[in-house]
């Protein structure tokens, strides 16, 4: 195997990404340079948001250039330290490590990890970037209330496995759209009171309507695509729809989105439909993370990993996440 | 003529709505039932949102029954009141006017209009309905800032042309949208920046992009359709879209609407889009009629109607309103 092994981003994906974008390196040791921190890397997240980093399309952060090094999410251990703030043998968090075995990260972006509240790749998942999204998508953009009906797509998914146990925690009535039907049987587990395979159903809109008897009043919409229209038709006056992400359209990023317009219903029903990033609800992080890990030592919120091994699977796991192959929050572990 | 001429819907409109769509017929003067006033007809008003009485399709308000006196805003004056709160020679203003020279309106939908505080008919557009719309939809769902760009489409209709200087008035930046160049002249002098010939342009998204070169921040969408999708890709982080009518679907109706989906665009700017119906604000009309009179009496709220004569009219008005051929305010005078 080689020193430094590491992904370099070799094409942009037309349609769906494939393992042959990538070309996997034999890299040198990474300088340190000036505020950067040298990792060996422990866990790598492979999210939906990194299909806009490997597109030329306009997005809300910088796209990769062609011939760099693939980055995303991860948590690794402190090898060397150019900042009083970390020492050799810190696990750090930071959303910009390099997908290879050893990497340099910015020290501004880096955060240590506790490693004795949680397991440590907890931190990507429901106590990191999925579990925040969950959280802030559901209580401040849906603005979910006691009793209201919330259909979660891509249910079983990092950020929909979460939002559905904080909806059954916080009374609301939450269901499931979700890709095979074993998926949606471990979504009514974690508490949604029903939910629908949308590979399988060969109605979506009725589908839905049978599934939300009394309306959807909030849609997290983690897929866009035939999933958004069914809950569209289904939407109750004054229904709000948080745009969280695009999972649909991870074969089709660099086309315009054609299909039905919802301008009419979105008048007829007074609704909301409004675009989510976590980012702006970074002022309150710590009080939602107080939230989601007193919930997961309480047991009642659970979560569900699927674990690739080694540096090797990286853009094959990211592949089979953006395929909906995947059962739970993706990972690589190194 | 007929002893009480009255506008019967024949059919619905399949596309564009066509005069043929209803018939002429006499009818014997209204018989006056309890809680109801019956009217001598001074003025009609077709609205935009009439389209979806004249459709089966779902919408906010039950349609109009095949067969059924065609209803509609309006003004006359009381023959017979049997209510205590009305007199005869009271001029009053009702949602639900029919389309005749004599109808009757219920008590519960009637208001006096102060006849010395403007023309009468001022209570059908600016003191009214399209001025309210604007009012609401540009301040409260719009939530448009000093300083912000406002693209507002149908620039010189009803609502448009009171929503531009309201925007003027408040220190916005207000971009009109129209469909002639006579009209995009006259938003100009109503104090909008600048404007856009939308039938004459070939590029409407570079032309909204070169008329807004610090983005759209509030759009007030009166059309749907291409105008929508325009201002959607010139949408800037956090910006607001109100879905105040959809009259771009006057011909297309019963039919979904096909076309771009923003989602992802909604996603990268975090923008909001929003349903509006003037009902939900209720509350507050007497406030906004505050300010909407004010700036009338001032001389910086300025009006335009089109006005066509005679019950026979009324079906034609409506629709070269819907065609866009009107030129202010579309008012029929009985």
Redesign the interface.
């Known amino acids: 195997m080689a020193k430094n092994p590491s992904w370099i981003l070799k094409s942009y994906a037309t349609g769906m990404p494939s393992p042959d974008n990538w070309v996997l390196e034999d890299l040198s040791m990474p300088e340190v340079g000036d505020g950067e921190l040298l990792i060996k890397t422990m866990w790598l997240s492979v999210d939906p948001y990194m299909r806009g980093r490997i597109s030329p399309a306009?997005?809300?952060a910088a796209g990769i250039p062609l011939g760099g090094l693939m980055t995303g999410g991860g948590i690794g251990e402190v090898v060397v330290s150019n900042s009083p703030d970390f020492q050799q043998g810190d696990v750090v968090i930071s959303d910009y490590f390099g997908w290879q075995a050893f990497t340099t990260v910015p020290v501004a972006s880096a955060k240590i990890v506790d490693t004795k509240q949680a397991p440590v790749q907890a931190a990507l998942s429901y106590l990191g970037m999925p579990g925040l999204t969950a959280y802030f998508s559901l209580l401040k953009t849906g603005a979910a209330k006691e009793g209201e009906t919330v259909l979660i797509s891509a249910a079983s998914g990092a950020v929909g496995q979460i939002a559905g146990q904080i909806a059954r925690i916080k009374g609301f009535d939450p269901v499931a759209i979700a890709g095979t039907d074993a998926k949606v049987e471990w979504c009514k587990e974690l508490g949604y009171r029903t939910g629908i395979n949308h590979r399988t159903s060969t109605d979506l809109v009725a589908d839905v309507a049978a599934a939300c008897p009394n309306g959807v009043d909030v849609f997290l919409?983690n897929t866009?695509g035939p999933i958004?229209d069914a809950a569209m038709l289904n939407l109750n006056t004054f229904g709000r729809v948080a745009?969280?992400?695009?999972i649909a359209?991870a074969d089709k990023f660099d086309q315009?989105?054609?299909?039905?317009?919802?301008?009419?219903?979105?008048?007829?029903?007074?609704?909301?439909?409004?675009?989510?990033?976590l980012d702006?609800f970074e002022a309150d992080y710590d009080a939602a993370l107080v939230d989601l890990s007193s919930w997961y030592e309480q047991g009642v919120l659970q979560t569900r990993e699927d674990v690739a091994q080694g540096i090797e699977a990286a853009p094959y796991a990211f592949v089979r996440m953006l395929k909906g192959e995947n059962f739970g929050k993706q990972l690589v572990e190194l």
């Open positions: 306009k997005n809300y919409d866009a958004h745009v969280v992400g695009t359209l315009p989105d054609v299909g039905l317009r919802h301008l009419r219903q979105t008048l007829i029903t007074r609704a909301r439909i409004e675009g989510f990033l702006d």
